[in-house]
């Protein structure tokens, strides 16, 4: 049984099933990046409102399949989550096949497959209505496809790379730094296929090339032109603008779509949480560590040793490593979030699953009992990492934020006048607004901020505070145009705005 393909492969899809589902039925703690963009997004798609829906500010692939899946009846943030668990179960078979390539047995891919679904910083960015899992897709699609080309070459593998690159591209557009680094690793292979005389090479390299990269910019030429139709420079988004518009002629033009609305403020408030120097260089290195997953990154370590001695697959390795170095270089320049590392867990894989194997047979040779052992510690350890990535969909932490949402959502027509228009909710976190269907007013806790916005803020028909926004709190009960609304959960106070009283 430990040793059937099938019947492991099959426990990783269901297990990997049976956590989508978790997060599709009983996940309700969003992210704030969902909260504040993508479901907006997702939202506008729904209404037709395009602008907004295909903002040249963010991605638009993962956000514009959930739009599509709303049309059914599912809310902005449930959709997210299928597309987003779609992808994480999508992954698998891939991986099972980038897995055999260099682990060489099906049962020991398999396994490898398990660790992939197992893993707490996959669940928790697979399966919560974030970009990642799509990005991890692709790549991995990528590699998967360049790993075949090296066993036989086939157009078919050229024109899905192309696809594939593109897809990845419009998961997230700083990912196109991929499209260079993929195509010099197709071109790689072929030149070292040592079957077909060099002239006959390079005419491949330079035809399987082109097509790649044709392929690719016919599949993002909407989203390109799109982007040059609103901001005057044709970029996958907004950020590209700017260094685009420095080495080709183009000129910027002003750009302004609006997810939410933001309460203008004129102090600035320094925020003293950031980071200089070294310490933001070990912030980046603790972000490699946890979004690579600790445990597993021993183990790959261990298994990159073993791999080096047996000197098998160098440049396929080399590859994968390539493509870990190139998301650091690129996040160092953008962002560090340990959620944008996962993909560092994904290409180290095969070498966790080697030091992994490593350990077990170590254990199991040394004394045979060892091995229920092991299948006992397994099982603890694949609860113990279910639940560690689950904690979203489990835990509950949140609660309050969607409960005031819904509450908000089902009293609205007892203190605000009928409009066709969304209700205008003020709160410094997105969650609330979401949940309630409104129009998010993004205001600061912050005492002499909240006072410069008081203006802005009197629009709001609802004004959620938390109770640790002890100094916004004193200040809105001071203001006769709102009161304070009896609701059942502590955490929060409702002020509602008392224009829509009835006289």
């Known amino acids: ?26 996940c309700f703690d969003v992210y704030d990046d969902i909260a504040a963009y993508y479901a907006l997004m997702v939202r506008a798609f729904t209404d037709g409102e395009f602008s907004k829906a295909f ?8 956000t514009s399949m959930a739009g599509l899946l709303t049309h059914t009846g599912m809310g902005p943030f449930r959709a997210l989550v299928v597309v987003s668990c779609l992808f ?7 991986l099972y096949y980038v897995l055999k390539y260099f682990i060489k047995r099906e049962d020991y891919a398999a396994w490898g497959c398990m660790l992939f679904v197992l893993a707490p910083k996959i669940i928790r960015f697979s399966c919560t209505g974030l970009l990642n899992p799509a990005k991890n897709f692709f790549i991995i699609s990528a590699v998967a496809l360049i790993l075949a080309s090296t066993k036989r070459l086939k157009w078919l593998h050229t024109v ?49 090339s082109l097509v790649i990269t044709v392929i690719f910019f016919i599949c993002v030429s909407p989203r390109l032109y799109q982007s040059y139709k609103a901001i005057g420079v044709p970029t996958l988004d907004v950020r590209q603008a700017s260094y685009v518009s420095k080495v080709l002629p183009f000129v910027k033009k002003d ?49 990159i040793f073993l791999w080096w001695k047996k000197k098998k697959d160098r440049p396929e390795a080399f590859m994968l490593f390539s493509i870990i170095a190139l998301n650091i270089a690129v996040l160092i320049t953008i962002s560090n979030s340990v959620r944008y590392y996962t993909i560092t867990l994904i290409m ?18 040394y004394k045979k009992f060892f091995k229920p052992i092991l299948i006992i510690l397994f099982c603890a350890a694949a609860i113990y990492q279910i639940s560690n990535g689950s904690k979203k969909a489990i835990k509950h932490k949140y609660d309050y934020e969607y409960k005031s949402g819904f509450w908000i959502d089902a009293n609205k027509d007892k203190f605000c006048k009928p409009s066709n228009k969304r209700i205008l909710v003020a709160s410094s976190q997105p969650q609330y607004a979401l949940w309630a269907d409104a129009q998010w007013l993004n205001i ?5 901020q909240f006072t410069e916005q008081l203006k802005k803020i009197k629009e709001a ?20 145009e709102f009161k304070l609304i009896e609701q059942e959960y502590p955490q929060v106070l409702i002020f509602v705005n008392r224009r829509g009283e009835k006289k």
């Open 55 to 62: 903002t040249v500010d963010l991605p638009i692939l993962s």
């Open 348 to 365: 180290f894989l095969p070498f966790t699953f080697m030091g992994l194997k490593f350990i077990c047979e170590l254990l199991v040779n």
């Open 444 to 448: 600061s806790d912050n005492k002499i």
């Open 160 to 208: 899905l790379l192309g696809i594939v690159l593109a897809g990845l591209a419009l998961a997230r557009a700083e990912t196109i730094v991929f499209l260079p680094l993929l195509v010099l690793w197709y071109a790689y292979f072929i030149f070292i296929d040592k079957k077909i005389e060099l002239k006959k090479r390079l005419i491949k390299i330079f035809l399987h």
């Open 88 to 94: 994480y179960l999508a992954s698998i078979p891939i």
């Open 1 to 26: 049984m430990f040793s059937n393909k099938k019947w492991i492969l099959g426990l990783a899809i269901t297990l990997a099933c049976l956590i989508s589902a978790l997060h599709i039925f009983f």
């Open 461 to 480: 028909d609802f004004v959620v505070l938390e109770d640790d926004q002890a100094d916004a709190i004193e200040i809105l009960k001071r203001q006769k």
């Open 255 to 303: 750009y302004n779509v609006e997810l939410y609305i933001m309460a203008e403020r004129e102090t600035l408030i320094p925020n003293t949480k950031s980071k200089r120097g070294w310490a933001e260089t070990w912030k980046g290195v603790e972000c490699f560590t946890r979004g690579a997953y600790t445990p597993y990154l021993i183990l790959a370590l261990l298994g």
